[in-house]
């Protein structure tokens, strides 16, 4: 099993900035709280910043991850991640192709891929993803031009016929996560859900236990 597919099935929660979103807008503070939490994978996800600012935020929040023996994985640009160090690249349907994203590269990270039907999640294990998002299960406004919700019945369709390592996210908050759980994801992503809340590391030890788990 790889680094990534052991963790995306052990670890219960998946961590994400969204600095303009969250309480403190601040995303070295939320990853920081999120590190302490115990959430062991940080994507980094920022729109509508530019390159130098992601760049002097992304080597920090590589050395706090290093340190925390977590995993960091960067939204949509491969040499923002390759620069950075990080463990890997999250794309979208959307952006540069998998197999070009691959060639650049290599084997130094690993893949993510936004997916949305099951015709993406059979495309996505076909091509090499080494994993796949699952979403938005639900009504998500964290981005822009997101497309509907999925509905838990592509979540059941993933758990039950998708041999890939995922991630379900899009519109999760505590009052659903229970039912994303039941659904068959081993790990939910939240983003407001945990960054837009003053207490972040009381807000994660609370989710944890839906899943029966408590932070270290």
Known sequence: MSKIAHLLNTTPLYGMTAEDLSFSHDNISDVSDMLESGIKVIQYREKEKNYRYMYEQCLKIREMTRKAGAF???DD??????AVGADGVHIGQEDLPLEA???????RLFIGLSTHSPEQALD????????IGVGPIYETHTKKNVCAPVGLSYLDYVAQNIDLPFVAIGGIKKHNLKEVYDHGAKCACLVTGIVGNKDIKQTVSELMQIRG????
């Open 213 to 216: 788990w408590l932070s270290e």
């Open 124 to 131: 996505a294990k076909k091509r090499g993803a080494d994993y």
């Open 77 to 82: 640009h491969v040499d923002l991640a390759l």
């Open 72 to 74: 960091l994985i960067i």
């Open 101 to 107: 994203v691959r060639r650049i590269a290599g084997d």
